[in-house]
């Protein structure tokens, strides 16, 4: 005897379903099932580590913050991915087959909300609205930074002033002739003079360099040259502090080794660029070498990597303390110090603290006999320079750096690359000759990864 499946509805509440349409309804909640239990099944057994993807979903955000243009957008991506983790979390509250895909949907979209947010509050907090139109004004204002570019003939300051009309405090950026820049110009000095300010300048190029942008975010209302004298009203209260040093510094090196060599060492032992001449500027730039001028990944960890075999290999020559204490422990916080004082001493740009981040977790993979170089080392870096500078994101600087790192790491974490350079019983010619090929590869693919 057949028994029907069809659900039953009671008299008076409607008429029945169709048996072909009670089938399509639940030909469509087994896909969705099925769908589901798929999605569970890549995300319990995927290959790959997860938690790397909270970055990328991360940066994703702060991504669609710069590609949507108005606050209401903004704040319809945060409601939906707020809405989807609710929602996933409601819907396998008590189902434990559907927790990993639960757990991935949470996180992945209250971490994009984040990256949005975080961008968001960034911008508000820093974001300076520039001034409406060219003027020459007098200015008074506080100096907060002073920035040599003897190669220009000027002197750059970022002053602190007032508004004439608003009385709004606004930050400034001057350009003063090097001829009228007198050493009481420092940090903290308050100073007088007339300029010409304009609004920062917009792409001169449909996604060309965007000053504007990079003006918001550093806070700066308009940038302009000095007209005339620059009067010292009152010299800074404290002499010193890192800035002062790191000219201190350039200049001695200059003062040893003279010409574009002495400029170009200046650049790599405090960060001071002004030096450098146009000439030398466009043969590095041309010869496909200008990165190296910026102190980024390169030379943090030159830097660290000196610091720490040097520690270890004195601290193994004094067979007490090899004895008592674990020596990779100890050249890695003394690295580390070496790496953090030079960032701070070359200005503590973005590129410089971005490779500072990474190569400090790399140490404490040494120290504690983890692997030093993974996606996961590289996505903590990532997410811990977007979270201080989110803008960061869209510059060239940011994503060429972490691209060439993917690269490499990808590469020698694939098995094909594991295999052929796992050790084995070989003539010491054949070991170098797979070192030379593998050095090889690792130039094609960060070529690959940066061509873009």
Same mark, same amino acid.
């Given at each position: 005897?057949a028994?029907?499946?069809?659900?039953?509805?009671?008299?008076g509440?409607?008429?029945?379903? %169709?048996?072909?349409?009670?089938?399509?309804?639940?030909?469509?909640?087994?896909?969705?099932?099925?769908?589901?239990d798929?999605?569970?099944?890549?995300?319990?057994?995927?290959?790959?580590?997860r938690a790397?993807?909270?970055?990328?979903?991360f940066?994703?955000?702060?991504?669609?913050? +710069?590609l949507?243009?108005?606050?209401?957008?903004?704040?319809?991506?945060?409601?939906?991915?707020?809405l989807?983790?609710?929602?996933?979390a409601?819907?396998?509250?008590?189902?434990?087959?559907?927790?990993?895909?639960?757990?991935?949907?949470?996180?992945?979209?209250?971490?994009?909300?984040?990256?949005?947010?975080?961008?968001?509050v960034?911008?508000? !907090?820093?974001?300076?609205?520039?001034?409406?139109?060219?003027?020459?004004?007098?200015?008074?204002?506080? &100096?907060?930074?002073?920035?040599?570019?003897?190669?220009?003939g000027?002197?750059?300051?970022?002053? /602190?002033?007032?508004?004439?009309?608003?009385?709004a405090?606004?930050?400034?950026? &001057?350009?003063? %002739? !090097?001829e009228?820049?007198s050493?009481?110009?420092?940090?903290?000095a308050?100073?007088?003079?007339?300029?010409?300010?304009?609004? %920062?300048?917009?792409?001169? &190029?449909?996604?060309?360099?965007?000053?504007?942008?990079?003006?918001?975010?550093?806070?700066?209302?308009?940038?302009?040259? /000095?007209?005339?004298?620059?009067?010292?009203?009152?010299?800074?209260?404290?002499?010193?502090?890192?800035?002062?040093?790191?000219?201190?510094?350039?200049?001695?090196?200059r003062?040893?080794?003279?010409?574009?060599?002495?400029?170009i060492?200046?650049?790599?032992?405090?960060?001071?660029?002004?030096?450098?001449?146009?000439?030398?500027d466009?043969?590095?730039r041309?010869?496909?070498?200008?990165h190296?001028?910026?102190?980024?990944?390169?030379?943090?960890?030159a &830097?660290i990597?000196?610091?720490?075999?040097?520690?270890?290999?004195?601290?193994?020559?004094?067979?007490?303390?090899?004895?008592?204490?674990?020596?990779? !422990?100890?050249?890695?916080?003394?690295?580390?110090?070496?790496?953090?004082?030079?960032?701070?001493?070359?200005g503590?740009?973005?590129?410089?603290?971005?490779?500072?981040?990474?190569?400090?977790?790399?140490?404490a993979?040494l120290?504690?006999?983890?692997e030093?170089?993974?996606?996961?080392?590289?996505?903590?870096?990532? +997410?811990?320079v977007?979270?201080?500078?989110?803008?960061?994101?869209?510059?060239?600087?940011?994503?060429?750096?972490?691209?060439?790192?993917l690269?490499?790491?990808?590469?020698?974490?694939?098995?094909?690359?594991?295999?052929?350079?796992? %050790?084995?019983?070989?003539?010491?010619?054949?070991?170098?000759?797979?070192?030379?090929?593998?050095?090889?590869?690792?130039?094609?693919v960060?070529?690959a /990864?940066?061509?873009?």
């Amino acid at each position: 005897m057949a028994i029907s499946t069809a659900p039953l509805v009671p008299m008076g509440e409607g008429p029945e379903l %169709p048996d072909a349409a009670v089938q399509r309804t639940w030909r469509k909640a087994v896909r969705l099932s099925s769908l589901a239990d798929r999605a569970e099944h890549f995300v319990s057994h995927a290959g790959f580590d997860r938690a790397p993807w909270l970055t990328v979903a991360f940066a994703t955000g702060i991504g669609a913050w +710069f590609l949507l243009a108005s606050p209401w957008q903004w704040s319809a991506v945060i409601g939906l991915a707020m809405l989807a983790a609710i929602a996933a979390a409601a819907i396998w509250r008590h189902d434990a087959g559907r927790s990993g895909l639960r757990l991935a949907i949470v996180s992945l979209s209250l971490a994009l909300a984040g990256g949005v947010g975080a961008v968001w509050v960034k911008s508000g !907090l820093v974001g300076a609205e520039p001034i409406e139109r060219p003027v020459v004004s007098v200015i008074e204002g506080r &100096v907060l930074d002073r920035q040599e570019q003897a190669a220009e003939g000027r002197v750059r300051l970022i002053l /602190a002033i007032r508004d004439a009309t608003s009385g709004a405090a606004r930050k400034v950026r &001057v350009n003063v %002739p !090097l001829e009228q820049a007198s050493g009481e110009m420092t940090e903290g000095a308050i100073v007088r003079l007339r300029a010409r300010l304009s609004p %920062p300048a917009p792409p001169l &190029v449909p996604g060309g360099y965007d000053f504007a942008r990079r003006a918001w975010f550093d806070g700066l209302a308009a940038t302009g040259s /000095a007209i005339g004298p620059v009067s010292v009203l009152e010299p800074a209260l404290r002499q010193g502090g890192l800035a002062s040093l790191q000219r201190s510094l350039a200049g001695h090196v200059r003062e040893r080794v003279t010409g574009s060599e002495g400029a170009i060492a200046a650049a790599f032992a405090s960060g001071d660029r002004g030096s450098i001449t146009e000439a030398d500027d466009v043969a590095m730039r041309d010869s496909g070498l200008t990165h190296l001028l910026s102190i980024s990944g390169v030379h943090v960890s030159a &830097v660290i990597a000196a610091a720490y075999f040097l520690m270890a290999k004195l601290l193994a020559l004094w067979p007490w303390f090899a004895l008592r204490f674990r020596i990779p !422990l100890v050249a890695a916080g003394a690295a580390a110090m070496a790496g953090i004082g030079y960032t701070l001493l070359t200005g503590a740009e973005v590129p410089t603290v971005r490779s500072c981040i990474g190569a400090l977790l790399v140490l404490a993979a040494l120290a504690i006999g983890r692997e030093p170089l993974s996606i996961r080392m590289l996505a903590v870096a990532a +997410f811990a320079v977007l979270l201080l500078w989110p803008e960061a994101l869209i510059g060239p600087s940011f994503q060429m750096s972490f691209a060439a790192v993917l690269a490499i790491v990808a590469l020698h974490e694939s098995r094909p690359v594991k295999a052929f350079l796992a %050790p084995r019983e070989e003539w010491w010619l054949s070991r170098q000759g797979r070192r030379l090929v593998m050095l090889v590869v690792t130039g094609l693919v960060i070529e690959a /990864a940066l061509t873009p």
